[in-house]
């Protein structure tokens, strides 16, 4: 099977497609990145030929629909598409407007949210189509285990871009953690304004190196974004000790369901730093190792595949048993 | 006769390479036994004349002695270079407080090398450079002292 992806605009979206591809790739299956710079869309099926189109929301265009409508005419096996819905609040009015085009000329069989049931349910009491709950996973390919190394050991650690909209949350719960004698650092891009960044991650090894030798990782987002960051499954993956702010409840019952330690505001961040901090190896040992073991049941992007897949009546469930079978050993 | 190298982005007006003429010129008319080269990136006009030899960064690379660098790139540069017995970082700016886009394996290379002795100007400079690199802050040595950097260098138990 051949999946062509669109390349996704923002950072998450990216994160999210290649996710997907190193799964797929594990599963055996082809995948191509298309960029809309070099090669128009039409060429690009008349080449390639793809089972399944992936594209996220933000990425359509009239030029998609028109070459999916086209290779459903000619190919025998047509292309399916699967579309992402970007994860906002509410439903955007140029993806609405797109993607009622694709409803209409009967393109669309199923929808997918990058986001939780809520937002899905949105998307299907507007299109009228089924729209499943797609969250960010788990990527078993590019998130692993490091090795114990001082030279990356930190007592708690953030990774994430640096927005706006972040800094009152930032201002509340990171940069006063600096202050109190604790060694802190803040990883990603955007110059965060303090002195503890120290630069964006563009290597997974790094990443992984950094995650694992921290005692604590923050994950944090602010609550406007409705964003379901993918970053508590790149922490897990690490088998880094993970403590998430609570976004909203689907959040919070996300966060029970894999036991994932997590705090709801500024104080109650303090009093889980302190008590995680005081927590000896073997303690914090059990709490990432639970975590990681709840994560890996459900919630890689195998298993998001598995579900997309059978959808189209494609069963793949064995061969990610055995994936996922060969990755926790 | 002792060899001493300092390399320095340039001798223009900056704080640190006023001090620095300044201390080695002051250096120099008391002991005769040190030979101090200066080593710069960009040619700048000098604000202070300097009563040692200069030379642009690339000459670095046949220099024989112990060399401190004062940048990132210097001591970006110095890292490869075979011939320089002791190479010492010393940190006058925490620069990467002010890079944009900085990425942090590159910096992490350079603050972490094992062949870098890393020296610094003042206690809270050290305290940030350990807390943020992992590394140990081998001398404080403030205001760009010659007298100090030598003795660091040459006067440490085990050094010839």
């Known amino acids: ?329 | 006769m002792k060899k001493l190298g300092i390399a320095v982005n340039n001798f223009g007006a900056n704080q640190l390479s006023c001090l620095l003429i300044e201390n080695a010129n002051k250096f120099l008319a008391k002991r005769y036994d040190i030979d101090i080269l200066g080593f710069y990136e960009n040619s700048i006009k000098y604000t202070i004349t300097c009563n040692f030899a200069t030379m642009q960064s690339v000459e670095m690379w046949g220099y024989t002695g112990p060399t401190i660098v004062t940048s990132l790139n210097t001591a970006h540069d110095i890292i490869n270079i075979p011939s320089i017995p002791k190479k010492y970082f010393y940190i006058w700016d925490l620069e990467w407080l002010f890079i944009k886009g900085k990425d942090y394996q590159k910096l992490h290379e350079i603050y972490t090398n094992p062949k870098l002795t890393l020296l610094t100007r003042n206690e809270d400079y050290a305290k940030l450079i350990e807390q943020c690199w992992n590394v140990r802050v081998a001398n404080i040595i403030e205001d760009c002292n010659i007298e100090k950097l030598v003795s660091t260098i040459y006067e440490t138990r085990n050094d010839s």
């Open chain 1, 1 to 329: 099977m051949k999946f062509l992806f669109s390349a996704g605009k923002g950072l998450e979206a990216q994160s999210v497609r290649l996710g997907w591809q190193n799964a797929l790739r594990s599963l055996g299956y082809t995948c191509v990145v298309w960029n809309e710079d070099e090669k128009n869309i039409f060429d690009m099926f008349d080449e390639f030929q793809p089972n399944f189109f992936v594209i996220f929301g933000e990425d359509l265009d009239r030029a998609h629909l028109k070459a999916i409508a086209e290779s459903h005419k000619k190919a025998e096996c047509p292309c399916i598409p699967i579309i992402f819905a970007t994860h906002r609040d509410n439903v955007d009015e140029k993806e609405k407007y797109l993607l009622e085009k694709f409803v209409e000329k009967k393109l669309l069989t199923h929808l997918f949210s990058v986001d939780f049931q809520n937002h899905a349910k949105l998307w299907e009491e507007c299109l009228g189509v089924p729209t499943l709950s797609c969250l960010p996973a788990l990527d078993l390919i590019r998130y692993k285990q490091s090795v114990i190394d001082n030279m990356y050991a930190s007592d708690i650690t953030f990774i994430g871009q640096y927005e706006n909209k972040k800094i009152p949350f930032a201002c509340e719960f990171l940069f006063p953690l600096s202050n109190q004698g604790l060694k802190v650092k803040i990883f990603g891009y955007g110059d965060w304004p303090i002195a503890n960044y120290l630069g964006s991650i563009s290597n997974y090894d790094i990443f992984s190196k950094i995650v694992f030798n921290s005692r604590i990782n923050l994950s944090f987002s602010y609550p406007e974004s409705k964003t379901f960051s993918e970053r508590i499954f790149k922490i897990i993956g690490c088998h880094g000790f993970p403590l998430a702010h609570v976004l909203n409840e689907n959040h919070l019952n996300l966060l029970k369901e894999l036991e994932i330690p997590y705090f709801r505001d500024g104080k109650e961040l303090v009093s889980k730093l302190i008590l995680f901090l005081h927590h000896d190896q073997y303690s914090r040992e059990q709490i990432k190792n639970l975590v990681y073991k709840k994560a890996i049941e459900k919630h890689t992007y195998l298993h998001r595949i598995e579900q997309v897949l059978s959808l189209f009546d494609i069963n793949i469930k064995d061969a990610v048993h055995e994936k996922i079978r060969d990755s926790s050993k």
